[in-house]
């Protein structure tokens, strides 16, 4: 996974776009410009972190219904919005949407750089959690089904006297199993094993 | 608009076709049957069919071959039936077109006025509320500034760095002299549109303009309760002009010495216009309203461009007003009623 951020910035006015270029560049940022949402849509993201400039008013669908939009493409960046024309009803749909930011044209600089920062921030915090639940899932999958039974039995407070019990199965079976269960899922502890098939029903439930 | 709105929706011969054959039909009827009988006054009915297509002149031509077309039939029917009852009826037959033709005419025309007025008004409030515009403007110019200002902070960034990156800082001047240039681009642009429209110049009675533009505001008297009075003296001389600027300059008085009232709840509300000869040979326009006055701090301010004391103005309406009639080789001023309320004047000078 590289790490470099990437910056994208959507606006359909040229010279602002170069302008947004030339800043973001001048604090050692990477930044990839687009004249429209589709423009964006047809360029293959690398895999990094990053976040969304994007302009309010754009031909075809704008800013803010793009916004909706990302949602159900699974398109996963923190937006900035900038907008030559905002207003407050505006700003606050955008912002309840989950903008990281709503500037008005011209914006001083450091807002916007700021406001990229937070984003490439929450970025690389969501992808790392993302990533650890990958690999959990990875790890997960190569359970045998009986393994997994007894994990969720084990992650859900059963005694092994119990958990026999209702597989019919012998304890000494029970405990061997467990142990290939926390040696597979890497798990140091019980805890640990525990706080693990949380986050993978998490995982589960936002995927 | 109906009119031309029904026009399009049909075959635009259709109309005329059934005019002629219609015609033709009363023309053979009148023919086959006798004198006495009074076919040729369905003619009338040619008459009104006709002015669904026809200008005035056309409305004319029809009624005249409608009668034509009477004296014709008759003269082929002139032996059959009773000839001093067929006088008679072809009398009244054509009587009856011709009135019909008469009144066709005229309320045309006034149609014809009327559709004029609206479109001067139109044209009036369009230059008058600038709001639209304004604000399209301020966003095209607000586009590259903001561009300036990026490239202006990114070059600033460049040169900070360690060491400073002249080339990237060199290109982002670049990039701001070509925004720069580009809003200066916009405002020449905008420069040309008013600029676009030179004013006529004509003769103007300035009576005839207060009431052109008093006829553009009657429902707005009537909306807000407004009595009306108007005080033109006989003696205005003629003034060298603008007639579409001027009755704007007017408008916008009117419409704010309206509004002045209207946001006043209590005590009467009237507006009175007049006119006077001024300083020999020019001309004098009064609007007075009796709203809550102006302070008189406020009076020199009031026709700054952005300077407004109303909740939503702009500050545009007499700045303009003024550049108007300043072009117009006159000047305006406000000052204060009696017993209450406010008078804006402007002069004129007359001659050539």
């Given at each position: 996974?590289?790490?470099?951020p990437?910056i994208y910035v ?10 947004l270029?030339?800043l973001i560049?001048?604090v050692?940022l990477?930044v ?17 972190p990053g976040c969304l400039v994007l302009d309010v ?6 800013g803010?219904?793009?916004q ?9 960046l923190p937006v900035i919005f900038i907008t030559?024309?905002g207003?407050?009803?505006?700003s606050?749909?955008a912002l309840?949407?989950g903008a990281i930011e709503f500037l008005p044209k011209p914006f001083r600089d450091q807002d916007l750089l700021d406001a990229i920062y937070v984003g490439i921030e929450g970025d690389r ?83 | ?149 990026t490239?202006?902070n ?199």
């Amino acid at each position: 996974m590289s790490e470099t951020p990437v910056i994208y910035v959507i606006d359909d006015n040229p010279a602002l776009r170069e302008a947004l270029d030339g800043l973001i560049r001048s604090v050692h940022l990477s930044v990839r410009t687009f004249g429209s949402t589709e423009e964006f849509l047809r360029f293959k993201r690398p895999d990094a972190p990053g976040c969304l400039v994007l302009d309010v008013r754009l031909p075809g669908l704008s800013g803010l219904d793009f916004q909706r939009e990302m949602e159900k493409l699974d398109i996963d960046l923190p937006v900035i919005f900038i907008t030559g024309h905002g207003d407050v009803p505006m700003s606050v749909r955008a912002l309840k949407a989950g903008a990281i930011e709503f500037l008005p044209k011209p914006f001083r600089d450091q807002d916007l750089l700021d406001a990229i920062y937070v984003g490439i921030e929450g970025d690389r915090a969501r992808r790392r959690s993302s990533a650890v639940i990958e690999a959990l899932r990875g790890h997960f999958d190569r359970l045998t089904s009986r393994e997994r039974q007894i994990m969720l039995k084990v992650t859900s407070g059963r005694p092994n006297k119990q958990i026999a019990a209702e597989l019919k199965l012998s304890e000494v079976t029970v405990k061997v199993h467990r142990r290939h269960v926390m040696r597979k899922m890497k798990a140091r502890s019980l805890a640990d094993l525990v706080r693990m098939a949380d986050k993978l029903a998490d995982g589960a439930e936002t995927a | 608009m109906k009119l031309q709105h029904l026009r399009a929706i049909a075959a635009p011969w259709l109309l005329p076709a059934a005019t002629v054959a219609l015609a033709l039909a009363i023309f053979v009827a009148d023919t086959v049957a006798d004198l006495e009988i009074a076919f040729p006054a369905f003619y009338t009915i040619v008459v009104l069919m006709s002015v669904r297509f026809c200008k005035p002149r056309g409305i004319v031509a029809v009624g005249a071959g409608c009668v034509a077309l009477t004296l014709l039939s008759d003269l082929a029917t002139a032996a059959s039936g009773e000839t001093g009852i067929g006088v008679v009826n072809t009398t009244i037959s054509i009587l009856a077109i011709a009135t019909t033709t008469y009144l066709s005419v005229r309320s045309e025309s006034e149609k014809a006025a009327a559709y004029e007025a609206r479109l001067q008004l139109a044209h009036v409030s369009r230059v008058t509320t600038l709001g639209e515009l304004t604000a399209s403007i301020a966003h095209e110019v607000n586009q590259p500034l903001a561009a300036v200002i990026t490239n202006g902070n990114a070059c600033v960034r460049w040169l900070a760095a360690d060491p400073p990156d002249l080339g990237e800082a060199r290109a982002a001047i670049a990039r701001l002299v070509k925004d720069a240039n580009r809003a200066s681009e916009i405002i020449a642009q905008v420069r040309a549109l008013t600029r676009s429209s030179p004013p006529q110049q004509e003769r103007l009675a300035v009576n005839d303009i207060v009431l052109a533009t008093l006829s553009l505001i009657d429902s707005e008297i009537l909306q807000n309760h407004v009595s009306l009075r108007t005080e033109l003296a006989d003696d205005v001389p003629r003034v060298q002009g603008d007639r579409v600027q001027l009755q704007q300059v007017i408008l916008n008085l009117m419409l704010n010495a309206i509004e002045a009232m209207s946001r006043v709840p209590e005590g009467p509300r009237l507006l009175t216009v007049g006119s006077a000869r001024h300083d020999r040979v020019g001309a004098l326009v009064a609007v007075q309203d009796t709203g809550a006055g102006l302070a008189p701090e406020n009076l020199d301010r009031i026709f700054n461009a952005f300077y407004t004391t109303k909740p939503d103005g702009m500050g545009m309406g007499l700045a303009i007003s003024r550049s108007i009639v300043e072009a117009h080789g006159g000047r305006i001023w406000a000052m204060a009623g009696a017993p209450r309320g406010a008078v804006f004047q402007f002069s004129l000078p007359g001659g050539a």
